[in-house]
């Protein structure tokens, strides 16, 4: 770990159930839109619930100015893309980081709130 980003907690919850009342100032997200069956293929949802319940919860636990990091890849479609879906709940979205593969285009989205 780098010493000059000290200190990071790292917590694991569903969402944010097991997080104490904390204001942050960077999250990571990574949402599943895969089944949890272990097969290939979306959920029946591609994740849009849990984004949707995450840009619901997230407003009482990030300090102003507060980066959050959200994966996305463009097979998910975009009906199930957080630049979307956070931009309802007054999130604005860039891309901090690309990469293109056979399956198509893959984001680290840099979100906000507006």
């Not at 999250?27 to 849990?50: C, H, K, Q, V």
């Not at 709940?89 to 285009?105: I, K, P, Q």
């Amino acid at each position: 770990m780098n010493p000059a980003l000290a200190p990071i907690e790292f917590i694991h919850s569903d969402l944010f159930a097991d997080v104490p009342p904390v204001k942050l100032d960077a999250i990571m997200f990574n949402f599943n839109y895969y089944p949890s069956d272990g097969t290939y293929g979306l959920n029946a949802d591609g994740g849009r619930e849990i984004l949707e319940r995450f840009f619901r919860q997230v407003p009482a636990y990030i300090n102003d100015g507060a980066r959050i990091y959200i994966p996305y890849s463009q097979f998910v479609g975009e009906e199930h893309d957080p630049k979307r879906i956070g931009a309802a709940f007054g999130f604005a979205c860039s891309v901090a980081a690309s990469v293109a593969n056979e399956a198509g285009e893959h984001y680290i989205y840099e979100i906000t709130k507006t």
